[in-house]
């Protein structure tokens, strides 16, 4: 029988003297009225930091009106690394439901993280904090569906010129009609990160692409025709993951 996933951000695991771990709020809530779980149930508990705890439902306790606690016995817990390379995102935000819909898909195939990059031709403003917090949380649940230990981080925006800057370890991808095949970019074996910059509708400006070029980012085309910017994302993830991925 499959696991239910209930995420516990920050969870550090068992106390080694009581295996009993405690699940309040709208994840508790959700395991009582929603699934409506038994004792004896398969569990796994998230910290979306790489630990899993793997065990059952202990019981279910109503605390007060509306609110209850979900109690699982760990029986054992499990460290995963992140996915490696770990794919940085950076791409204006899609418009209205799209740029949710965005963070599901990216959090499936496997980024670990995405920010708004301010280009020139960028529509949309980066979100605000609500919006982000909202990005957040879909990112946990669609943890949770594709059983993924680490959660897909939403990070603060990134002017454009700012995610060329070079950093130790890291290779910077731009995706663009120009470009070649990812798989001759034979710089990305082995990369513990990747940062992949999609441009925004309008594409990028003659001018940031050639200072693209110039920073000696990887220019790449992921398809024969021109994708929307939550679609080139998703697709461009994939394709680095796919070729330079475990």
């Not at 963070?103 to 920010?115: C, E, F, K, T």
């Amino acid at each position: 029988m499959p696991a239910h996933r209930f995420s516990l951000p920050g969870w550090t695991g068992p106390d080694p003297a009581d295996p009993i771990v405690a699940i309040e709020g709208e994840e508790a809530r959700h395991a009582a009225r929603v699934k409506r779980l038994e004792p004896g149930e398969p569990v796994e508990v998230l910290s979306g930091e790489g630990l899993v705890g793997i065990g059952e439902v202990a019981g279910i306790e109503r605390v007060a009106k509306g609110a209850w606690r979900l109690l699982v016995r760990v029986e054992r817990t499990e460290a995963h690394e992140p996915v490696r390379p770990m794919i940085e995102v950076c791409c204006a935000p899609p418009k209205g439901a799209r740029f949710e819909e965005m963070v599901d898909q990216l959090s499936q195939v496997g980024a670990a993280s995405w920010r708004a990059l301010d280009c020139t031709r960028a529509g949309e403003k980066p979100p605000r904090e609500g919006k982000l917090d909202r990005a957040r949380r879909v990112a946990m649940e669609a943890a949770k569906q594709c059983g993924r230990a680490w959660t897909l981080r939403i990070d603060e925006p990134l002017r454009w010129r700012e995610a060329l800057a070079g950093e130790d370890g890291l290779r910077i991808v731009a995706a663009d009609a120009s470009g070649g095949d990812v798989r001759a970019l034979e710089g990305l074996r082995g990369a513990e990160r990747v940062r992949l910059l999609v441009g925004p509708e309008g594409g990028w400006t003659p001018d940031e692409l050639d200072e693209i070029r110039r920073a000696g980012a990887g220019v790449v085309r992921f398809g024969p025709h021109i994708m929307r910017i939550e679609t080139a994302a998703v697709v461009g993830c994939s394709g680095i993951l796919s070729v330079f991925g475990p």
